[in-house]
Nanobody, 125 residues
């Protein structure tokens, strides 16, 4: 199993930056594809970014490509999401997730095995 705890959310003005962290524990973390999702009030949870088990490959939603960067350090059991040029539409609860079953990138929540509790990101205009 993998346990996930997100941190780093907060309130930021449009154009600003935030760095989210996801601290992981569990034996399978280093073999898991890791993803970030977000959920705005009244909306479905949506894929943001994913990183392969080695950190060598990444995949992004079109809406964040060029602004967000996902990375990981298996020695530190941590995944990060660096968010730059934030926009009000980025406001949501951000969730870290682990997919320990597949090697490819999955973009639907149901394909991930473990989830954190989420961290709120609010971008003011």
């Amino acid at each position: 199993q993998v346990q996930l705890v997100e941190s780093g959310g907060g309130l930021v003005q449009a154009g600003g930056s935030l760095r989210l962290s996801c601290a992981a524990s569990g034996r399978t973390f280093s073999r898991s594809t890791m993803g970030w999702f977000r959920q705005a009030p009244g909306k479905e949870r949506k894929f943001v970014a994913a990183v392969s088990w080695s950190g060598g490959r990444t995949y992004y939603a079109d809406s964040v490509k060029g602004r967000f960067t996902i990375s990981r350090d298996n020695a530190e059991n941590t995944v990060w999401l660096q968010m730059n040029s934030l926009e009000p539409d980025d406001t949501a609860v951000y969730y870290c997730a682990a997919d320990e079953r597949t090697l490819g990138f999955k973009t639907t929540p149901g394909e991930y095995d473990y989830w954190g509790q989420g961290t709120q990101v609010t971008v003011s205009s």
